[in-house]
């Protein structure tokens, strides 16, 4: 079993914001021979502010000495928010995990760490209130002089990418005891590519969804209320996406999957390399309510804009 403890390969879902693509994890999860190590949680690590993806940039196209030393202070603080959250979730399953995830994250930022040359930095002061501008001079005064703070460097983006690869098979292959890793939202599902490159072994599946619908959730969780930014929003995230060709990312349509759910699984099955035999408590007739929403709930003029704009996109049976 050793040999394949770093073999494992990540199963990614994407979506969009509410694209229904928990009807594709709810459907891998459902299977029962695959690792999902969060519990259910969203892995988004790669993706959030000051995330990876962040790093990265400051790492290569981005890069700076005055900048690396701020990027690696919001990382840390992001991802010890992120273990915070997952700690108050109060699953016990996922707080055992937790030190683990730590440890690694802990060790991925040593990793990435090069050089420490403390220095003055403009950022550090501008980021002081007027307040602690005021006591910084008065300790002054008194005598009490100011440590610099350390100053650290980052390491090439392709030594970045490699590390957070180390990072993520240190928290989840070992458990995965060479079964595939379920991660759910483990990247962007508008840049799919960039976003899954700290996994040592993917497969990616993007889920787009019918416009319409797609504009009902966002009003009703992201509290959205512009029917025509929406739909510059959505022209920019299919725009994106027809830009990618890559064997390693399969799209399908939320609609496509429920309607047609044998045949969509099949497809998802052949393209993670997973045996299209083994089912799953994943019952999509229960996810057929959540298609044609837009009827009830969008206002006339709403419809009117998004179907007029957006008809290439729009779901008919």
Not at 130 to 158: A, E, H, M, Y
Not at 191 to 216: A, G, H, L, M, W
Request: neutral net charge; glycine residues 6%.
């Amino acid at each position: 079993m050793k040999n394949n403890l770093n073999n494992s390969q990540y199963l990614i879902v994407l979506g969009t914001t509410f694209s229904g693509s928990g009807a594709v994890f709810d459907y891998l999860n459902g299977r029962g021979d695959l690792y999902e190590p969060l519990f259910g949680q969203e892995y988004l690590l790669p993706i959030l502010p000051n995330g990876l993806m962040t790093l990265e940039a400051v790492s290569d196209k981005a890069f700076d000495p005055a900048t690396t030393e701020h990027a690696l202070i919001q990382f840390e603080d992001i991802a010890n928010k992120l273990m915070n959250y997952w700690a108050r979730l109060e699953d016990v399953g996922l707080n055992k995990k937790l030190p683990l995830f730590k440890d690694a994250i802990e060790e991925f930022i040593d990793d990435i760490g090069l050089v420490d040359f403390p220095m003055r930095l403009l950022w550090r002061e501008l980021k002081q209130s007027p307040i602690q501008r005021i006591l910084g001079k008065f300790k002054n005064r008194l005598g009490f002089k100011k440590k610099d703070s350390r100053t650290r460097l980052l390491v090439s983006q392709k030594d970045l990418v490699i590390a957070a690869q180390k990072m993520h098979n240190k928290m989840f292959q070992l458990s995965a005891e060479g079964r595939p890793i379920l991660l759910d939202q483990g990247g962007s599902g508008w840049n799919p590519i960039e976003s899954t490159k700290y996994y040592s072994n993917c497969k990616i599946v993007v889920v787009t969804r019918d416009p319409r619908d797609q504009f009902v959730e966002i009003k009703h969780y992201k509290k959205a209320t512009s029917a025509e930014g929406f739909v510059d929003w959505y022209k920019e995230m299919q725009r994106r996406l027809k830009l990618i060709s890559n064997p390693n990312i399969l799209f399908i349509r939320f609609e496509d999957f429920v309607q047609k759910n044998e045949i969509f699984s099949n497809t998802l099955c052949n393209h993670m390399s997973l045996s299209s035999s083994v089912s799953s408590n994943y019952q999509a007739d229960l996810s057929k309510k959540n298609i044609g929403k837009f009827h009830q709930l969008l206002a006339k003029n709403e419809l009117q804009i998004i179907e007029s704009h957006l008809g290439e996109y729009i779901f008919s049976e």
